[in-house]
């Protein structure tokens, strides 16, 4: 009896026997419920691509998921700092925005008991991003014939996906999320433009954000405002001084600044800018990013920072801005404290993953993409700064 088992469990198995068995209950389906033969084209291309999925799935995909925090620093941070998963249709982030009541008192003078409300939430919906990786069977399966050839190929157009994923995100972090007039950006991330404003102020594109995560910062101001005080907004020249009230502007008791962003052009005239003493060279030991110290902080460059030697890029969005622009980050303690948390999807598909290779269409032409479903929050804009309109 064992060995008839195992007969019948080996002839199951067999490769030609699976594939068989995919095809007829494809036909079967089809003859049965017409409506369902479009998929007979997927579900036999899955059988076809077993072996390439197997490896991209399980041996692949594990050594590219570091891509995809390597194209900026900011993206890179926030991964080291907070990336928590959310469920649910919506991502709620509370903080608070007044003081208790409280004060002196004279003896017998009765109390305010009055409950007073303290404390509110952000709304934010995810937004979905996604890469395509496509391939020709005839490649991987006859012209680059073999394992490791098969192997280097898949892997190399993942990786490349990787940082194609990694570089969309980190442009979109620098912008917004919001349905403005003639600027849409309802289907992206909530970027640290509309973050890091008082909703009075215009950004480094023009616009203004009255509220945030859907609530209205004048009804909870200031705690949704970051601060100006000695240093507008708008700075144009880099100076030793801008930075430093730009810098102490975000300081509140210990907090303060630990990262400071800017473009490769917003670094030199830093250095042109800096005496010899103030320019201390130092790496940043979360994210191994080389910059300068500057206070309790380091600035670091990034290549999708807006300014004037961005582009425009049809394929990975918009880093070109007229003059630089110059970000103090204040990212809090690591864990469930942090103040700029990335969530990311708790299913392990859109946590950046793989969907497998699907026949495309009516060729041998196989797709897959990699997906990624989350958003960006900042908990406490007061906390953080933009500075934009550099140019010397």
């Not at 925090?69 to 709620?92: C, D, E, H, M, N």
């Not at 509110?120 to 890469?131: A, D, H, S, V």
Request: glycine share 10%.
């Amino acid at each position: 009896m064992t060995t008839w088992m195992t007969r019948v469990t080996d002839l199951v198995t067999h490769p030609a026997i699976r594939m068989a068995l995919g095809v007829l209950v494809a036909l079967v389906s089809g003859w049965l419920h017409p409506e369902t033969v479009w998929a007979a084209p997927f579900l036999i291309g899955s059988i076809l691509l077993d072996d390439v999925n197997t490896v991209t799935t399980k041996t692949i995909m594990p050594g590219v998921v570091d891509n995809f925090f390597k194209s900026g620093p900011v993206i890179a941070y926030l991964k080291t700092r907070f990336t928590r998963r959310w469920i649910g249709p919506q991502i709620q982030e509370n903080y608070m925005y007044a003081a208790m009541r409280g004060g002196a008192y004279r003896k017998g003078q009765p109390f305010n008991i009055s409950k007073r409300q303290t404390r509110t939430g952000m709304l934010f919906t995810p937004r979905y991003y996604e890469t395509n990786v496509t391939e020709f069977l005839e490649d991987v399966e006859v012209e680059m014939a073999g394992p490791n050839a098969m192997f280097n190929i898949v892997k190399t157009d993942l990786a490349e996906a990787a940082l194609t994923l990694s570089a969309i995100l980190e442009i979109a972090i620098f912008h917004h999320g919001q349905a403005l007039p003639g600027d849409d950006r309802s289907d992206e991330i909530n970027g640290m433009e509309e973050a890091f404003t008082n909703g009075t102020a215009t950004t480094w594109t023009g616009a203004t954000f009255p509220s945030y995560g859907g609530q209205t910062r004048a009804d909870v101001a200031p705690a949704l405002n970051s601060a100006t005080r000695a240093v507008a907004s708008s700075m144009p020249a880099m100076s030793f001084r801008g930075l430093q009230f730009s810098y102490l502007s975000a300081v509140i008791g210990q907090e303060h600044p630990l990262l400071g962003v800017t473009t490769n052009r917003g670094l030199g005239y830093i250095s042109e800018t800096f005496l010899p003493h103030q320019l201390v060279d130092v790496v940043d030991p979360e994210i191994n990013w080389p910059g300068l110290k500057f206070n309790q902080g380091r600035i670091v460059n990034s290549q999708y920072c807006p300014g004037a030697d961005g582009v425009d890029d049809p394929d990975l969005g918009n880093y070109y801005a007229a003059a630089e622009t110059f970000w103090w980050l204040n990212p809090g303690p690591q864990g469930e404290d942090a103040y700029l948390r990335l969530y990311i999807a708790q299913s392990p598909k859109f946590a950046f993953g793989f969907t497998g290779f699907k026949g495309a269409r009516d060729d041998n032409m196989v797709a897959g993409q990699i997906l990624f479903a989350g958003n960006f929050t900042c908990r406490a804009p007061r906390l953080q700064r933009a500075l934009y309109g550099i140019a010397k």
